[in-house]
């Protein structure tokens, strides 16, 4: 019983292409997060989501577009591929947006732009 | 500017051993959290702390809350080799919606 997943677990691609990555909670959590981490393993938050509504969007290029179809998924659109992209990105949930914030973590999505 | 300070950066040590990792700010945070990451998985909460000066413990881990809510620490007892891992603290600074910040981790390597 995976309570967040991935798809896929590891993406290769060219620069210029455009991918998607899904996530998705069986937790029943209203808030979905999105986070990138460098190959330094800083993890740092790109979007944020409460109901299907962005709550928070970081200073992130407009060529990631995150998507929630419902309170349980969350998807990733990346458009334009470029060689700085290449990172794990690693989808998140939480019960309580207005409280402690408790993550809870995917397995992650290793992208590699070449 | 890192928000979240982690020392140190790495440390690698027998196992046996006992082990201190802080987490610094000169912010005041509201709660803070400690995660352990393993290679190829995503962070998994270990504990939240939420009082200053709160001290909780998890097995052989023992997490403080400073008095002033700047700052934490994670102390390891007898560490194992199942203890490797990135452990990442992460405050929240405000209520309503804002975000974890996370500090850049430990790397912690326990050798049998």
């Known amino acids: 019983d995976t309570a967040v997943s991935q798809t896929p677990k590891y993406l290769v691609t060219q620069m210029g292409n455009d991918k998607s990555i899904k996530c998705e909670q069986n937790?029943?959590?209203?808030?979905m997060y999105w986070y990138k981490q460098d190959s330094k393993k800083f993890l740092k938050i790109m979007f944020s989501?409460?109901?299907?509504?962005?709550?928070i969007n970081e200073t992130v290029p407009n060529r990631f577009s995150p998507k929630s179809p419902d309170k349980a998924h969350l998807n990733l659109h990346i458009n334009s591929l470029e060689l700085g992209d290449s990172a794990v990105y690693f989808c998140?949930?939480?019960?309580?947006?207005?409280?402690?914030?408790?993550?809870?973590f995917g397995p992650g999505t290793r992208l590699t732009v070449t | 500017t890192q928000l979240l300070e982690q020392s140190p950066q790495f440390l690698s040590i027998q196992e046996g051993e006992n082990l201190t990792v802080y987490c610094n700010s000169s912010?005041?945070?509201?709660?803070l959290q400690w995660y352990r990451q393993e290679p190829g998985e995503g962070p998994v909460l270990l504990v939240t702390?939420?009082?200053?000066?709160e001290v909780k413990k998890l097995k052989r881990l023992t997490f403080q809350f400073g008095d002033a809510r700047k700052d934490s620490s994670l102390h390891i007892t007898a560490a194992q080799p199942g203890d490797t891992g990135l452990y990442l603290c992460?405050?929240?600074?405000?209520?309503?919606?804002?975000?974890?910040?996370f500090g850049k981790g430990t790397m912690l390597l326990v050798s049998p």
């Open positions: 702390v939420v009082t200053g000066g």
């Open positions: 937790l029943g959590h209203d808030t």
């Open positions: 998140a949930s939480s019960q309580d947006p207005f409280e402690t914030y408790e993550q809870y």
């Open positions: 992460a405050g929240v600074m405000d209520s309503g919606y804002s975000t974890l910040t």
């Open positions: 989501y409460n109901n299907k509504e962005l709550i």
């Open positions: 912010s005041v945070f509201s709660s």
